[in-house]
C-alpha cells in the first residue's frame, strides 16, 4: 500500500523527469506559478547564459532543477504542495551579504545565520510562497552573479 504524499515530499519517480503538468499537480497552482516567475526571471536576467538540468539526486531528495555555468547559480527543488530554491553562497557571496545584512529582511536573515557552512559555502535551502520569497531569492542570485548588462 502507497502511503500519501506529505508536505515537501519529493519527487521521486525515476523514469523520467517532472514535465510541467506535473510540476503543477506536485507543488500546487500557486507555487507553480512562483516556479515559473522565477524560471522567467532568470532567463530574461541571464538570457542564454544557463541550460537548466533535471537532476535526480537519490531516492529521498528526488528530482530537482540545477542552473549551472561553471559553477552552481541555483537549484530549484520541487516539493508537495511548495517549492524552494537552494543558493549556495561562497566566500565572497558571504562577503557581500554580511555587507548589506541590515538590508535584507529578517526572515532572510535568520535563515542564513541558521544555515551551515561548508568548506565550498552556506547552503541557504529557501521556500518561495509568496512574490516577497522570490524578490528574496532575485536578490540573493545577482548578489552571487550580477546579471550581464544589456548592449542596447
Same mark, same amino acid.
Given at each position: 500500500?502507497?502511503?500519501?504524499?506529505?508536505?515537501g515530499?519529493?519527487?521521486?519517480?525515476?523514469?523520467?523527469?517532472?514535465?510541467?503538468?506535473?510540476?503543477?499537480? /506536485?507543488?500546487?497552482?500557486?507555487?507553480?506559478?512562483? $516556479?515559473?516567475?522565477?524560471?522567467? /526571471?532568470?532567463?530574461?536576467?541571464?538570457?542564454?547564459?544557463?541550460?537548466?538540468? $533535471?537532476?535526480?539526486?537519490?531516492?529521498?531528495?528526488?528530482?530537482?532543477?540545477?542552473?549551472?555555468?561553471?559553477?552552481?547559480?541555483?537549484?530549484?527543488?520541487?516539493?508537495?504542495?511548495?517549492?524552494?530554491?537552494?543558493?549556495?553562497?561562497?566566500?565572497?557571496e558571504?562577503?557581500?551579504?554580511?555587507?548589506?545584512?541590515?538590508? $535584507?529582511?529578517?526572515?532572510? #536573515?535568520?535563515?542564513?545565520?541558521?544555515?551551515?557552512?561548508?568548506?565550498?559555502?552556506? /547552503?541557504?535551502? #529557501?521556500?518561495?510562497?509568496?512574490?516577497?520569497?522570490?524578490?528574496?531569492?532575485?536578490?540573493?542570485?545577482?548578489?552571487?552573479?550580477?546579471?550581464?548588462r544589456?548592449?542596447?
Amino acid at each position: 500500500m502507497e502511503q500519501s504524499p506529505k508536505i515537501g515530499d519529493r519527487i521521486t519517480d525515476k523514469s523520467r523527469s517532472p514535465d510541467d503538468s506535473t510540476l503543477r499537480d /506536485w507543488i500546487g497552482p500557486k507555487a507553480f506559478g512562483h $516556479w515559473a516567475e522565477l524560471r522567467k /526571471w532568470i532567463e530574461a536576467h541571464y538570457p542564454g547564459v544557463f541550460e537548466p538540468e $533535471w537532476l535526480f539526486r537519490g531516492k529521498k531528495r528526488g528530482w530537482s532543477l540545477r542552473y549551472k555555468k561553471s559553477r552552481a547559480f541555483c537549484t530549484l527543488l520541487p516539493e508537495y504542495r511548495l517549492f524552494s530554491v537552494e543558493v549556495v553562497l561562497g566566500t565572497a557571496e558571504r562577503e557581500k551579504f554580511e555587507a548589506r545584512r541590515y538590508g $535584507w529582511r529578517t526572515e532572510l #536573515v535568520k535563515l542564513y545565520d541558521e544555515a551551515r557552512a561548508y568548506p565550498d559555502g552556506k /547552503w541557504l535551502k #529557501v521556500a518561495i510562497s509568496s512574490a516577497v520569497d522570490r524578490h528574496d531569492v532575485t536578490e540573493l542570485l545577482s548578489l552571487k552573479r550580477p546579471p550581464p548588462r544589456s548592449r542596447d
